[in-house]
């Protein structure tokens, strides 16, 4: 099949995959598309939002509708590098059997990521960029596709472990979940106070996702469409002659290459999923805010007035 004809049928997929998250999620469409963005870019999220928000509820649904194996993990203080990699024992006849942790699956949810220490955290880092663990001295790689979604609280910082900004930059997107509106949280107390349980069934299989990634990879971009890219993020950076006022004036530090190549990533998959055959400069701009806003470091007079990452972020534009 041509990648022309593969793009329309990824078109028409994606829809019935957003039809099926909502038998389950009521709103928060942006946060999804997001997610899906992410998922067919091979990139990874951490998913920023207050508790009860329905974000393991989500994970999971979206694992199911992409027919992906699904593993949550609850990180808090005590948690160890063993307890997410997994470990070797002495079975029955004395010989070392290596027991997978959680971290083998397709998709795994780092819940409350910035509750363990950063040995723990680490681990789980490895895992996310070298797609492999290494445990005892032996190398395991990890089922294709792989992805992390890590939610963080945003309100309790008592007891936690702030990720650095070196690991922040492995996120592909960090997305922020807001509350429901109104209309939508009368429809999820309606959904969610019945009898009824709704199904969710599996429109991918893990391979077919592997192909999409592939695909979107082969993408054709248009020189003056990385230029911009790499030029709104070079605009970010206080030290850059690129850098307009609002950036000298509250920004401490700007993005790096990493956002450029993920930008042209989600920018490319943000066009296939709308049905476009290659991305122009407003797909770039769609995925720009959650691409940039962690991995821009505001200063202490952008906080003392207000001003937002997204505020920053969209200036740039």
Same mark, same amino acid.
């Given at each position: 099949?041509?990648?022309?004809?593969?793009?329309?049928?990824?078109?028409?997929?994606?829809?019935?995959?957003?039809?099926?998250?909502?038998?389950?999620?009521?709103?928060?469409?942006?946060?999804?598309?997001?997610?899906?963005?992410?998922?067919?870019?091979?990139?990874?999220?951490?998913?920023?939002?207050?508790?009860?928000?329905?974000?393991?509820?989500?994970?999971?649904?979206?694992?199911?509708?992409?027919?992906?194996?699904?593993?949550?993990?609850?990180?808090?203080?005590?948690?160890?590098?063993?307890?997410?990699?997994?470990?070797?024992?002495?079975?029955?006849?004395?010989?070392?059997?290596?027991?997978?942790?959680?971290?083998?699956?397709?998709?795994?949810?780092?819940?409350?990521?910035?509750?363990?220490?950063?040995?723990?955290?680490?681990?789980?880092?490895?895992?996310?960029?070298?797609?492999?663990?290494?445990?005892?001295?032996?190398?395991?790689?990890?089922?294709?596709?792989?992805?992390?979604?890590?939610?963080?609280?945003?309100?309790?910082?008592?007891?936690?472990?702030?990720?650095?900004?070196?690991?922040?930059?492995?996120?592909?997107?960090?997305?922020?979940?807001?509350?429901?509106?109104?209309?939508?949280?009368?429809?999820?107390?309606?959904?969610?106070?019945?009898?009824?349980?709704?199904?969710?069934?599996?429109?991918?299989?893990?391979?077919?996702?592997?192909?999409?990634?592939?695909?979107?990879?082969?993408? /054709?971009?248009?020189? $003056? %469409?990385?230029?911009? @890219?790499? +030029?709104?993020?070079?605009?970010?950076?206080?030290?850059?002659? #690129? &850098?307009?006022?609002?950036?000298?004036?509250?920004?401490?530090?700007?993005?790096?290459?990493?956002?450029?190549?993920?930008?042209?990533?989600?920018?490319?998959?943000?066009?296939?999923?709308?049905?476009?055959?290659? /991305?122009?400069?407003? $797909? %770039?701009?769609?995925? @720009?805010? +959650?691409?940039?806003?962690?991995?821009?470091?505001?200063?202490? #007079? &952008?906080?003392?007035?207000?001003?937002?990452?997204?505020?920053?972020?969209?200036?740039?534009?």
């Amino acid at each position: 099949m041509s990648d022309v004809a593969l793009v329309k049928q990824l078109v028409e997929k994606h829809q019935q995959l957003k039809n099926e998250i909502a038998r389950v999620i009521v709103g928060q469409e942006q946060v999804i598309n997001q997610i899906l963005l992410s998922v067919f870019s091979g990139g990874h999220s951490l998913l920023v939002g207050v508790p009860g928000l329905a974000k393991t509820l989500m994970v999971n649904t979206i694992a199911k509708a992409l027919g992906l194996d699904f593993k949550r993990i609850q990180f808090t203080p005590d948690l160890m590098p063993s307890d997410i990699l997994g470990a070797e024992i002495l079975d029955e006849n004395r010989q070392f059997k290596f027991i997978k942790g959680p971290v083998f699956a397709n998709i795994v949810l780092a819940d409350e990521i910035n509750r363990t220490p950063p040995k723990t955290q680490a681990a789980l880092l490895e895992a996310m960029q070298e797609r492999a663990v290494t445990v005892a001295g032996h190398h395991y790689k990890l089922a294709s596709p792989y992805f992390v979604l890590a939610t963080q609280n945003p309100i309790e910082q008592e007891g936690t472990y702030p990720l650095p900004e070196a690991q922040l930059d492995r996120f592909m997107f960090a997305i922020n979940l807001e509350y429901p509106s109104f209309e939508e949280e009368v429809a999820v107390v309606k959904q969610t106070t019945n009898d009824e349980v709704a199904e969710v069934n599996p429109l991918f299989t893990a391979k077919e996702i592997v192909n999409i990634q592939h695909l979107i990879r082969r993408v /054709p971009v248009a020189d $003056n %469409v990385v230029e911009y @890219a790499v +030029g709104l993020v070079a605009k970010t950076r206080p030290t850059s002659d #690129k &850098a307009p006022t609002l950036v000298k004036n509250y920004l401490d530090w700007g993005a790096g290459p990493r956002a450029s190549q993920n930008l042209i990533l989600a920018a490319k998959a943000h066009a296939v999923v709308n049905g476009k055959f290659s /991305p122009d400069i407003e $797909n %770039v701009q769609a995925v @720009a805010i +959650g691409i940039l806003r962690h991995r821009i470091i505001k200063n202490y #007079k &952008a906080e003392a007035e207000g001003i937002s990452e997204e505020k920053i972020i969209t200036e740039l534009f």
